[in-house]
């Protein structure tokens, strides 16, 4: 499966975005998809997961209550809402494919496809 993300931009403290990631391919519904994101000089972090079918969703604490994921299968697409942006919340937002379809994953080591990521920058 190829991945696309898409919606990234520069938004002042307080905003919204809202990210897309298309997934090419069939079978979409038989992935787990996944946000993680990436700020300059740190590792990748989980954002947020939901599992095949949209029933199961899981956050980190950081971004709980401001973010939102949901997923289209008829369409392909997962988005993530994110709002209240705060300037650490600036980073690359990767989105992510895990076979392991019926759990909201949160490690990295669970996602086998990985999209070519979409830049957000919060300004204070």
């Known amino acids: 499966v190829q991945l696309q993300a898409s919606g990234g931009g520069s938004v002042q403290a307080g905003g919204s975005l809202r990210l897309s990631c298309t997934a090419s391919?069939?079978?979409?519904?038989?992935?787990?998809m996944g946000w993680f994101r990436q700020a300059p000089g740190k590792g990748r972090e989980f954002v947020a997961a939901?599992?095949?079918?949209?029933?199961?969703?899981n956050y980190a604490d950081s971004v709980k209550g401001r973010f939102t994921i949901s997923r289209d299968n008829a369409k392909n697409t997962v988005s993530l809402q994110i709002s209240s942006l705060k300037p650490e919340d600036t980073a690359v937002y990767y989105c992510?494919?895990?076979?392991?379809?019926?759990?909201?994953?949160?490690?990295?080591?669970?996602?086998?496809?990985w999209g070519q990521g979409t830049q957000v920058t919060v300004s204070s």
């Open positions: 992510a494919a895990s076979r392991t379809a019926g759990w909201a994953q949160s490690s990295k080591s669970e996602y086998h496809y």
């Open positions: 939901i599992n095949w079918n949209g029933g199961s969703t």
């Open positions: 391919g069939r079978f979409f519904s038989s992935y787990a």
